[in-house]
């Protein structure tokens, strides 16, 4: 069984920074990406940034010089450094990671249940 969970969320002041964290535990074979999505209310999850196991990142135009992805592959954990937030970061925040697990060792996605992150304008 694997699990991905989150934690760092919360209310913020515009112009102010969160940091998000997310642990994958269980019976990980093998992390290849992990990356963090959102969702805000009445809209599509999107894509905010990605990072490959050799730390190749990707990061969504909306966030790019303003978020940083990071990975610890010791702690199979990957954070999310937001600054200058804005209003419009507002939504769930989703930890994703393609990775396999030792029973079945085939490569899918993992999903956390989700941070709420708010910011006041």
């Known amino acids: 069984q694997v699990q991905l969970v989150e934690s760092g969320g919360g209310l913020v002041q515009a112009g102010g920074s969160l940091r998000l964290s997310c642990a994958a535990s269980g019976s990980i074979f093998t992390i290849n990406a992990m990356g963090w999505y959102r969702q805000a209310p009445g809209k599509q999850r999107e894509l905010v940034t990605t990072i490959t196991s050799g730390g190749s990142t990707n990061y969504a135009d909306s966030v790019k010089g303003r978020f940083t992805i990071s990975r610890d592959n010791a702690k199979n954990t990957v954070y999310l450094q937001m600054n200058s937030l804005k209003p419009e970061d507002t939504a769930v925040y989703y930890c994703?990671?393609?990775?396999?697990?030792?029973?079945?060792?085939?490569?899918?996605?993992?999903w956390g249940q989700g941070t709420q992150v708010t910011v006041s304008s």
């Open positions: 994703n990671a393609y990775l396999s697990d030792y029973d079945v060792r085939i490569l899918r996605d993992y």
